[in-house]
């Protein structure tokens, strides 16, 4: 079988051509990385998880009419997508202080917020991605104004979305982030969700608990972080009760 091309290698995941123009197969990998790569480890079964639990979000965004990149799973670690230009922003939502926001406003983790709070960071590894204002976005031409009401009006309904699917499974979303991607249909263009959903990527406590249920597992050493996003996974149903956590054997 002829080797699939490589086009892009992040930490979490790699991108490979997909079989048609315009598509792109995402592999989850099991690598897990915390404070910009300077924490790493391989988190048996993450990928496999993260795989699953993105198509869970993605597919319910596109039920209640959110565009997304996503196409199809292809199996364990793998699913199909949309090729898009990624806007060079990562996009934060949320609900409750925590992580970068509470240190910086000096706010005790878990204070609920008046209301939802969207903050822009520029996609720039080498910087640590900082915070930056839609004044940046908008002098160095990194998204339109009509780009910024679109990605806002995305990010809402992708808060309210998550919120209420969690929250019926006991799960509080505190905070998460997206990316969005650029694809053009003819002459004109649309922004839809890409990259991915997932604990990596969101803030996760149950409600009762408050145990942690995310990537602060492995950021702050809480234990197993495979058990965690595998309960996030049972709650919702993307695993059956009483699955034991997914192992690489079991990738086809
Ligand atoms: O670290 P901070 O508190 O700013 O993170 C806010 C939210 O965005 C968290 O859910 C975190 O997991 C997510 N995030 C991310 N990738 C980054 C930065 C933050 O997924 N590069």
Redesign the pocket.
């Known amino acids: 079988m002829a080797r699939r091309k490589k086009i892009y290698e992040g930490k979490a995941k790699t991108l490979y051509e997909g079989p048609e123009p315009g598509t792109i197969v995402q592999y989850f990998k099991d690598d897990a990385t915390a404070f910009?790569a300077e924490k790493k480890a391989v988190i048996e079964g993450k990928g496999v998880l993260n795989n699953f639990l993105s198509e869970y979000f993605m597919t319910g965004l596109t039920n209640i009419g959110v565009p997304t990149h996503f196409l199809k799973r292809i199996n364990m670690r793998e699913q199909l997508v949309r090729s898009c230009e990624i806007v060079p922003l990562?996009v934060?939502v949320?609900n409750y202080a925590?992580?970068?926001?509470?240190k910086r406003l000096g706010l005790e983790e878990g204070t609920q917020l008046p209301r939802p709070i969207v903050?822009y960071?520029l996609k720039d590894d080498a910087l640590g991605?900082p915070l930056v204002t839609e004044e940046h976005i908008a002098a160095f031409g990194w998204a339109s104004q009509q780009d910024m009401d679109d990605i806002l009006s995305l990010a809402l309904r992708v808060n309210d979305f998550m919120s209420g699917v969690l929250y019926g499974v006991g799960i509080r979303l505190?905070?998460?982030?997206i990316e969005i991607g650029r694809i053009y249909d003819g002459d004109f263009q649309r922004l839809i969700v890409a990259d991915e959903i997932s604990p990596?990527?969101?803030?996760l406590w149950d409600i009762e608990t408050g145990q942690k249920l995310?990537?602060?597992v492995f950021r702050r050493d809480l234990g197993s972080l495979t058990d965690a996003y595998t309960e996030v996974a049972k709650r919702l149903g993307v695993l059956p009760k009483g699955a034991t956590p997914i192992r690489p054997t079991l990738i086809n």
């Open positions: 910009n990562e934060i949320r925590a992580g970068t926001m509470a903050e960071c991605d505190v905070d998460f982030k990596d990527s969101c803030r995310d990537k602060d």
